[in-house]
């Protein structure tokens, strides 16, 4: 039976697939960062998991404004980088694991999510970034990579519970999956920034530590004020 052998949790900052990309790992800017991500790259070179499920936000690259699923899973053999503007990164195509990802697909379907089916895509830094700060600059990636896109470009995203109960019936269907395979979740995205207007570059480190914490230590008190929080804006929205 396959296992989920971790979860794994990183920014996708595009400039760090910048440094990676151009060698400046070790740029006295730069250093700091990556060595602490070294701890994180040892666990995957030793883990080295099979297949990772990597559940981030696309940048209107493979869905723009006009079509926005809630939920996007790719089932597709490979899926090639997106070229945002100044060409797609020079990184390895990304191989996806179809046999996982259909067992996923038809698992959380039945379990009552309603998940866009992706046959086709290209996939951005919020994809590829996470596994350059896991991998570094290999020929070809370690694992197979199936890709978990969700909505948080245009309102209303889906709830901080919504999400919450997707990755628990992720953990079902993997637990389900006959095949002997080793497989890690990796989740991508932003903490408590606004990328323009007058919190730009504001970080609020007392939350984002007690975000990190209650990850693992109160996964459902932190759901809870996500909810909250998720309502009000919501009313105001509505207002």
């Known amino acids: 039976m396959a296992k989920m052998i971790a979860g794994v949790g990183t920014s996708h900052v595009p400039a760090i697939g910048a440094a990676v990309d151009h060698g400046?790992?070790?740029d006295p800017y730069w250093k700091p960062l990556f060595d602490g991500y070294e701890p994180a790259r040892q666990w995957m070179r030793e883990a080295r998991p099979d297949v990772v499920i990597l559940v981030y936000n696309d940048h209107a690259s493979a869905f723009a404004f006009?079509?926005?699923?809630?939920f996007a899973l790719g089932v597709s053999d490979e899926y090639h980088p997106h070229d945002e503007g100044y060409?797609?990164?020079?990184?390895?195509?990304?191989?996806?694991d179809p046999d996982l990802a259909w067992h996923l697909a038809e698992s959380l379907i039945l379990d009552g999510f309603d998940m866009t089916i992706v046959n086709e895509m290209t996939v951005d830094h919020g994809l590829t970034v996470p596994l350059s700060i896991m991998c570094g600059k290999?020929?070809?990636w370690p694992c197979s990579v199936i890709p978990l896109c969700v909505n948080v470009i245009q309102y209303p995203p889906p709830t901080g519970q919504r999400c919450y109960d997707l990755g628990k019936a992720i953990r079902r269907a993997v637990d389900?999956?006959?095949v002997d395979i080793k497989v890690a979740i990796f989740g991508t995205g932003g903490m408590s920034h606004q990328l323009q207007g007058e919190r730009a570059g504001f970080i609020n480190k007392e939350f984002d530590c007690l975000f990190l914490d209650n990850l693992t230590a109160d996964p459902d008190a932190l759901d809870a004020a996500i909810s909250a929080h998720a309502t009000n804006m919501r009313k105001e929205w509505i207002e």
């Open 66 to 70: 006009d079509m926005i699923p809630t």
């Open 176 to 178: 389900a999956y006959p």
């Open 138 to 140: 290999p020929d070809a």
């Open 24 to 26: 400046k790992t070790q």
């Open 87 to 96: 060409g797609p990164r020079k990184v390895p195509v990304v191989k996806g």
